[in-house]
């Protein structure tokens, strides 16, 4: 008997269908993102970018301030959110919310594009993105490897003593396993985090007070949860539960400093979440410098959404005061 490969296996709309025979739909119309170019100079900001390949599977867009001077800016790589099934680094509000956080920061700007689930596996979509921090790493001049694929605007004005990383939603997800990688395996030239800043990202985890019943974000993440043994649950996964029992040490942070910024009413990835994580943080034993900070009254990534309203602009200047800080 013929199968229908066009039955729905999973139907989350707004954000996207699952079909059996493995295609997937997404509803960007409904969210009113859309792809947008790069631009030589945004007319709200000065800011310039463009468009380059890392690898056959990973590209980024740069970011370059527009007072840019002798002296080397901090390289900010991001991370764009939407659950790890949806987004992409070249959609208008990652774009505009870039040109806003670059020029605030004065900081060249990496924004990566990744591969997605359920199309791909999880450890694909986080290898992408360990690739584009490699490949910004490559810049470095401590890098003795011949790279052929460099960008000039890294080579000329990036600063590889004040690398940061940065996401929102499953962007601050990926930072998290970015960081959690970079202490345990060596980035090229030897270059070091300085700053990793999680805003409203990504994690589950068992909660007494929270009922994940209808709850989006989980219901996006039990569709692309990798198997996990039998009895677990999929907040059992240490992919989205940085306190899970089969987690890595947070100890073992690659990072000299961690920012992490949430939303009171943040009902995707509820705040008693996020606390949670700051205090397993702070009881590993990690020596960095921690800085938290929580806005009244808004939601999930509000600042991806309107970064020009003055709450997140504020925000914003947060992330910038969290990338200029000296080094002490």
Known sequence: MATNDNEVVTDLYPTFRLYKNGRVERFYEYFNVFYVPPSQEDPVTGVSSKDITISSHVSARLYLPKNTSNEKLPVLVF????????????????????NHLVSESNAIGVSVEYRLAPENDLAILYEDCWTAL?????????????????????????????????????????????????????????????????????????????????????????????????????????????????????????????FMGIAQNDVLVPREIMVRFVEGVKRSGWNGELEFFEVEGEEHCFFIEDPEAEKAKDLIKHFASFIQHKRS
């Open 134 to 258: 490699q490949w910004v790493a490559s810049h470095s001049e401590n890098n003795n490897s011949t790279n052929p694929n460099k960008d000039s605007w890294l080579t000329s004005y990036g600063d590889f003593n004040k690398v940061f990383i940065a996401g929102e939603s499953a962007g601050g997800n990926i930072v998290y396993h970015m960081a959690m990688r970079a202490g345990t395996e060596s980035l090229n030239g030897n270059v070091k985090i300085l700053g990793s800043i999680l805003a409203c990202p990504f994690f589950l985890m068992p909660e007494e007070n929270i009922d994940y019943q209808g709850n989006l974000a989980y219901n996006m993440w039990v569709t692309i949860c990798p198997e996990l043994e039998s009895g677990l649950s999929p907040i059992d996964s240490p992919m989205i539960n940085p306190l899970a029992e089969k987690a890595p040490r947070l100890l073992d942070l690659g990072c000299s400093r961690l």
């Open 79 to 98: 991370y764009h959110g939407g659950g790890l099934v949806l987004g992409s680094a070249f959609f208008n509000k990652v774009h505009r919310f870039l």
